[in-house]
């Protein structure tokens, strides 16, 4: 059996060298709208790119790799990618969500529930009083963002899938800050994990996009149709600049880390500066849960 490629060479090379048509080693960018037929009334591939691009493709089989799901669907934002995800709780469906999300999830979710479109409960996911109680009301999805934008918080996400297991919950994880080079929600048993590609993986402040990465190939395909029915899908050029900034997602992600810590001890130091919100800090509350579940282990690591 060939040895199964590491998450570093699938971020480098996944895709490279794959172009049937010339042989091309970077994938080529597939501007076209449309797709000439080869036959009358044969069904292929691709035939309109708000359905399918093959440049499109290439980022969701990465991002799917990168996250050990079993597809992915890339949308133009990551607003976009959690709004696609919310159509798949039930009309009037409860949502269990971060108290500190991101202000625009935020936004978001209090905007349904004004609406009536769904049931949505604010908790600080780190009180397991107020998950317990949150999940005696049967919600259809529990929406995890760890480590929130911007204060940092850590939140279990084991913890919350085993809670949520017992009742059947979906669980989501806004894996936005991390990226799959420090954490891979799916490979601690959650259902969905949902990307502003914006930040992290691209990673060069030039593409505003988003993606769902799902375990179950069932929800892929109910993602991906509902994706094209909306029109939530990603430009073809969106794609290949964010593929190409996963070029180099662990060397910029290893060396941000690092960076980090000596910029956290300094302003720690600094009598200017009273707290300073940092997981990778041993003196941060959350400290011990970033240390077990932020490592890039792989789905098969033992945690
Ligand atoms: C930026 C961000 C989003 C929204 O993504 P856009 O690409 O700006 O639409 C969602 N979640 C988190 C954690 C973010 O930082």
Request: charge should be neutral.
């Given at each position: ?20 048509a ?10 076209s ?16 790119s ?35 995800l ?31 479109q ?15 109680s ?51 929600p799916?490979?601690l ?115």
């Open positions: 059996m060939a040895r199964a490629k590491s998450y570093r060479t699938i971020a480098v090379a996944n895709g490279i060298a794959a172009d049937k010339f042989g091309a080693v970077t994938p080529p960018l597939y501007l709208s449309n797709f000439a037929f080869s036959k009358f009334e044969q069904s292929q591939d691709y035939e309109y708000r359905t399918s691009n093959p440049t499109r493709d290439v980022l969701a089989d990465t991002l799917a790799k990168l996250e050990g799901g079993s597809g992915a669907v890339v949308t133009p934002t990551g607003m976009s990618a959690i709004h696609l919310l159509s798949r709780v039930p009309a009037g469906g409860l949502v269990v969500a971060p108290h500190d999300c991101y202000g625009g999830t935020y936004r978001l979710l209090a905007a349904l529930k004004e609406r009536h769904l049931d949505v409960v604010f908790i600080d996911q780190s009180d397991s009083a107020a998950l317990t949150a999940f005696q009301r049967v919600p259809s999805l529990d929406w995890v963002e760890t480590p929130s934008n911007p204060l940092m918080r850590v939140v279990d996400i084991r913890g919350i899938v085993e809670l949520a297991g017992g009742s059947n919950v979906k669980v989501a994880v806004d894996n936005t800050f991390l990226s799959p080079a420090l954490q891979q799916l490979c048993g959650a259902d969905y994990v949902v990307h502003s590609t914006t930040k992290y993986l691209n990673g060069h402040s030039d593409v505003v996009g988003g993606a769902i990465v799902a375990s179950d190939p069932v929800e892929v395909e109910a993602l991906r149709s509902w994706a094209n029915i909306t029109g939530a899908t990603g430009s073809p050029f969106d794609s290949y600049l964010t593929l190409r900034g996963i070029r180099t997602l662990f060397a910029r992600v290893e060396r941000q880390q690092s960076t980090a810590l000596v910029i956290a001890d300094f302003l720690l130091q600094h009598p200017a500066v009273s707290a300073v919100h940092y997981p990778g800090l041993p003196s941060h509350p959350t400290h011990g849960i970033a240390a077990r579940q932020q490592k890039r282990l792989g789905c098969d690591a033992k945690l």
